[in-house]
């Protein structure tokens, strides 16, 4: 069936010819004027039919919701808000909905309502707005690895190893539970980053770019069960090597969606402003949503230290005068309310906090000289906190060692990573990049669950 997008007819290109349009009634208005939508860009097409010589029984079915097919002749528009429109000389209705059930109508829904409905949500403006950007920061972040000579590397999924030795995974297993399926205890991998360093010290540069899970009891905005993460990894990098490719990765795909697509932006730009209007002064974003993309792809990141962080709070005055909610000392992980403070109070601009206190990072991160700190980074943007997490590795055979003894990790459980220590070990670098985080900082959404398609968060796996 040949057809015709409605982002290619809403310019006058192509009026004078005739076209066949796909897609969902949005409106039908007087029995005349129905704004059909195909989910290609944001602004609906006006088709104009004859009164006369539709049949009723057939209005009667252009409601809300319905899928139809219309061909006829593109035109300029006589009326206002579009330059084009369809002069409809034939329209059938494919899929009916009906309208005393069909949940999502042209009114204000909230955004609690819409995760119910995920399964429909697409069809609303904003969030085929938000589900068009993240499609299009996904291939920004191939376009700029595929770019740099990155090789892409599918990891496991399924996997024996922990990470993070954080211990919140999900366990996989058969009907039967005495029965190993894969000859030992498996869960769902919470990074692949300890399988792309091996890609790394054979391909030069390499990067991940999928699926992982924390069976962390969470139900805050910033959390979900199963979210996409990017971790890139790079051999003969240090530290500032790393720091360099995530603020050029960033401003990569921050570019790339200010100039491809610029009205879904405005549009969750002007969505933004109406809904801060309700929000209490204090709890504004300072900036607008393409402004503070702009800034960041335009301004140098900020580096400091996690000790020059601590200090600078330690002798900072919080939001409205009142201390922090949590202490600031050193050897304490920041909490959102310090990140909050650094990015937008002190600096108005991405942070990177490098050389992490060694007991609250991973067993995997160099250690520095000082036998204190270790060689990690975070990126922190204004509205989201830590958007970016990464490390030098720890190359030293030896150090590695003494480190899987600190942190309780058999070496026999992961005696391929250390035998890449072991044969031609050197140094090397990178990051992660949550994914959905990535989202909600370029479409100004607030909670996490309405950036991912259908999420997956505790007592929640609908769809």
Not at 75 to 83: I, N, R, T, Y
Not at 197 to 204: K, P, R, S
Not at 416 to 433: E, N
Not at 457 to 463: G, H, I, T, V
Request: hydrophobic letters at 40%; a negative charge; aromatic letters at 10%.
């Amino acid at each position: 069936m040949k057809r015709n997008v409605i982002s290619s007819l809403i310019s006058t290109d192509l009026v004078g010819q005739s076209v066949t349009v796909c897609g969902w009634v949005r409106t039908f208005r007087n029995d005349q004027f129905l704004a059909v939508n195909d989910g290609s860009c944001l602004q609906n097409l006006q088709l104009v039919l004859d009164r006369d010589a539709t049949d009723e029984s057939l209005r009667k079915l252009l409601t809300t919701g319905a899928a139809i097919r219309a061909t006829g002749q593109l035109v300029e528009s006589q009326g206002g808000g579009q330059a084009t429109e369809v002069k409809v000389e034939e329209v059938e209705v494919l899929g009916a909905a009906d309208p005393d059930e069909f949940p999502i109508q042209m009114k204000r829904h909230t955004m609690e309502f819409l995760r119910e409905k995920a399964h429909l949500r697409f069809r609303t403006s904003t969030f085929s707005a938000v589900f068009r950007l993240r499609h299009a920061l996904q291939f920004a972040i191939h376009d700029f690895f595929n770019s740099d000579g990155f090789y892409m590397l599918h990891t496991p999924i399924i996997t024996g190893s922990d990470a993070e030795g954080a211990g919140e995974m999900f366990k996989v297993s058969t009907s039967d539970p005495d029965q190993e399926f894969f000859g030992k205890p498996v869960n769902l991998t919470v990074s692949g980053q300890l399988e792309a360093e091996l890609g790394a010290m054979a391909l030069g540069k390499v990067y991940t770019f999928g699926p992982t899970f924390r069976a962390e009891n969470s139900n805050t905005s910033r959390h979900l069960a199963e979210f996409w993460m990017i971790e890139p990894e790079v051999a003969f990098n240090d530290l500032s090597d790393n720091i360099d490719l995530a603020e050029a990765c960033l401003k990569h795909v921050l570019r790339y969606v200010l100039e491809h697509n610029l009205p879904d932006l405005e549009f969750l730009a002007n969505r933004e402003a109406e809904a801060e209007k309700q929000l209490p002064a204090d709890k504004r974003n300072a900036t607008g949503l393409i402004e503070r993309l702009r800034s960041v792809t335009e301004g140098a990141f900020v580096r400091l230290t996690y000790t020059e962080a601590i200090d600078l709070l330690r002798q900072s005055k919080p939001f409205k005068k009142k201390k922090f909610k949590y202490p600031v000392e050193w050897g304490v992980d920041l909490q959102s309310e310090h990140e909050r403070w650094l990015v937008e109070k002190k600096f108005n601009c991405p942070v990177v906090l490098t050389d992490y206190p060694a007991g609250i990072k991973a067993f995997y991160m160099r250690r520095n000289d000082d036998g204190k700190t270790v060689a990690a980074m975070d990126v922190l943007v204004p509205g989201i906190g830590e958007l970016i997490g990464g490390s030098q590795r720890e190359e030293r055979l030896e150090v590695l060692k003494e480190k899987c003894a600190e942190f309780n990790i058999p070496e026999d459980h992961i005696w391929w990573y250390l035998d890449t220590r072991k044969f031609g070990t050197a140094p090397h670098a990178g990051f992660g990049m949550g994914f959905e985080r990535l989202v909600m900082f370029a479409t100004g959404m607030t909670n996490i669950r309405d950036v991912i398609p259908f999420p997956r968060a505790p007592q929640s796996a609908e769809f």
